[in-house]
């Protein structure tokens, strides 16, 4: 399998624009979890997703994120307008069923510079 | 609500040498799961290891080795015969049982020196 896959693995936009991460979760994982890590705020969760449904969206910081899952192989993490203290890496990841005890597999990240 | 805390901002050890990483945590909670991730500079998070609450013994995975005291709260990582390869920031992690939400420490870089 080949993980978790995000793209871009870079991102530079200016302040005001449109930004959207991608990402794609291992095949047959049930939930897909966004992460935002700072060196301020270390890494957070920002939302996550049981069989493309959002569960929990109470670390998404304000209205200009957004997120969708529209099927099972894709996500979305969107941030309109973009602002610099949006700057960060944010990480995708997915684990396979219910269980606590279950590996959350991160995928490589996405490093978004706000300029 | 729960917190994570990693006191050691930076660790060093001679390559060879065995290091220990130091995480305390707070909950309330009796059924929890506790896990420590690497994250080398390819920014990958990778796991290293993990530990049921409810476990008494403490987990090992090769050269990784945790000790957790629950009483204490507390979960610490050690690394044996520590390699060049180890060198990355150092996570721990805590999962209430039946919830999904990761709650991190603010991560312990560790460097290995040759």
């Known amino acids: 399998d080949a993980g978790v896959i995000q793209s871009p693995r870079h991102e530079v936009t200016e302040m005001g624009q449109e930004v959207t991460l991608r990402c794609k979760p291992i095949?047959?994982?049930?939930?897909l979890f966004w992460y935002r890590q700072t060196m301020m705020r270390g890494l957070e969760l920002l939302i996550y997703?049981?069989?493309?449904?959002?569960?929990?969206d109470s670390g998404m910081p304000e209205d200009r994120f957004s997120a969708k899952m529209p099927n099972a192989s894709f996500s979305t993490l969107k941030i309109q307008p973009s602002e610099p203290r949006d700057s960060a890496v944010y990480f995708c990841?997915?684990?396979?069923?219910?269980?606590?005890?279950?590996?959350?597999?991160f995928g490589p990240g996405t490093r978004l510079t706000v300029l | 609500a729960q917190t994570v805390t990693q006191s050691q901002p930076e660790m060093s050890v001679q390559e060879a040498e065995t290091v220990t990483l130091s995480c305390t945590y707070d909950?309330?909670?009796?059924?929890?799961?506790l896990f420590w991730y690497k994250q080398p500079p390819s920014r990958q998070m990778i796991l290293v290891i993990r530990q049921e609450a409810y476990k008494q013994q403490n987990a090992t995975e090769n050269r990784f080795s945790v000790n957790f005291q629950k009483a204490a709260k507390s979960f610490s990582l050690k690394i044996s015969d520590s390699q060049l390869g180890d060198a990355a920031m150092y996570f721990c992690a805590y999962r209430r049982g039946g919830a999904q939400k990761l709650v991190f420490g603010q991560g312990t870089r560790l460097t290995i020196n040759p």
């Open positions: 909950t309330s909670e009796s059924d929890y799961y």
């Open positions: 095949s047959g994982h049930d939930y």
């Open positions: 997703f049981n069989n493309n449904v959002p569960i929990d």
């Open positions: 990841a997915s684990s396979p069923d219910y269980y606590s005890y279950n590996e959350q597999f």
